[in-house]
């Protein structure tokens, strides 16, 4: 059984698509297989991962038009066990398009169900990225998902966007998925000893009690530079700090599922 | 003349609603008379102004919804010459109201340009902060705006973002706004001397060559920091480096506006 994880916070800019890039490749480097889809017009997964667009073949778009079988849809990677499933939209028609399909909402739940029911491929892990935002493509991706982990930027808290997304995550539950859990709150940007962290850290802890994860994504400029060299963090410096904490992030998730 | 400018990049955590906050600031400490328009559903403007959630009597979802005059949204700050018109937006249900509200992408132009029309508060600037999407809360700030200031944030680009919203100002111009113009890039997070900062500066200019703007806002941690405070940073410490950037973007706007 696959376990799906939508990676969200509205607020942008506080470390979705990175998370989303290198937890995937940290369970890979553990010998899970794993499937990232990227629900996020802005397409930053394929560009993080390297998959160029002149590759790619079909995607989050042929999900939600049904012109294609999701197989279709799946871009093996060339360098580590992970097939991405990229956002393939490139004008603004076709963003436009999408997102009036997207008022599906039902739909990725639906065809993701249905292809894993195949047998076809099987995954230890799917994680969606999703735009920062709460329309329907974000609210698709967690409808489909068992559960939700949401990266905390250190510093100025968004917490409105917090609170929107938590209520969110309550309607999700109350109507169609009434399984979705919070995987977890993973403080990124973290810079030990700083004031700010550490008082972002006593918010989070105040907020969310034990759903704030033990492992947190230090600021780590190898990260930034790492989506120039277009790979996940760990294969450019498994040294850096920022491919260290990546790896204890996989295994704290690993370690909290209990075995199939 | 008022001059209506938006601040948008699709793009995530790129500054856009910093750059509103203290811009807006530094024009009111220019003696200009600036309103500011929250468009995002976040309301990361309020926050960052200091204006609580108890003391907003209406706000954005009014101007969509009709049940009050626009004059009636207006908030005046009581430390500096600024109006805002916060985005009132405290649920779910609103916040998927005031998306369906949206889709009449054409409504805050009207709205603004018949409260303009009467004189009642004549104001130079009017700065629009924008969600990071490419939404009808996005579009319709396009819609009424002169111009688009464009926060580009050093590092890894989403240029892929960059695109879409191109694309995007080209199709307002082509159909209700033939006059929208882009009023620069900017340059924000800029570390002197880092490969990175070099890199995208390089990188801008070769894609929008005039386009960008000399002012570039350096990373500074007063400027996070003063969103604790719940204010613009030149009220914070006047002499950080993101006050004295965001003092001299205002005059870098001021010195080419044409005198009316
Ligand atoms: N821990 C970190 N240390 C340093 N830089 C980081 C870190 N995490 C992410 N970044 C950089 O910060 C920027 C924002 O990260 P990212 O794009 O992953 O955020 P996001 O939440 O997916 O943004 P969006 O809301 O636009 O989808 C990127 O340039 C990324 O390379
Ligand atoms: N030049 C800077 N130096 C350091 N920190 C900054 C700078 N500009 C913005 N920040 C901080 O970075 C974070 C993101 O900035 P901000 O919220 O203004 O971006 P945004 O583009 O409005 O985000 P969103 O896409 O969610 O609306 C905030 O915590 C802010 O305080
Ligand atoms: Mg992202
Ligand atoms: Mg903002």
Known sequence: M???????????????????INLAASLAIA??????????PAGSVSYGVGL???????????????TVNLLETIHPLDYLNIDVIP????SSEQEIRLSEMAKNRIRLKRQLMSFLNTGKISYDYILID???????????????????????????????ALQRLMQMIERVRKSVNTELS?????????EKGTRTSMRSV?????????LVLRTRIPKNVTLGYAAYEKKPVALVDISA?????????????????KPA
Chains 1, 2 share one sequence.
């Open 241 to 257: 700090s920022g491919s260290r904490a990546y790896l204890s992030l996989a295994e704290e998730l690993l370690s909290k599922t």
């Open 182 to 190: 919070v995987e977890g709150v993973l403080l990124t940007f973290y």
């Open 87 to 90: 956002c393939n939209v490139f």
């Open 130 to 160: 999703t735009p920062p935002s709460l329309n329907d493509l974000t609210v698709g991706a967690l409808l489909a998902s068992d559960s939700v982990l949401i990266p905390l930027q250190c510093g100025y808290f968004a917490l409105k």
């Open 52 to 66: 160029a667009p002149e590759n790619i073949r079909a995607g989050t778009f042929e999900i939600f038009s049904g």
């Open 2 to 20: 696959s376990k799906i994880i939508a990676i969200a916070n509205p607020k942008g800019g506080v470390g979705k698509t990175t998370t989303t």
């Open 31 to 40: 010998e899970k297989r794993v499937l990232i889809i990227d629900m996020d």
């Open 202 to 210: 006593q918010q989070a802890m105040e907020l969310f009690g034990d």
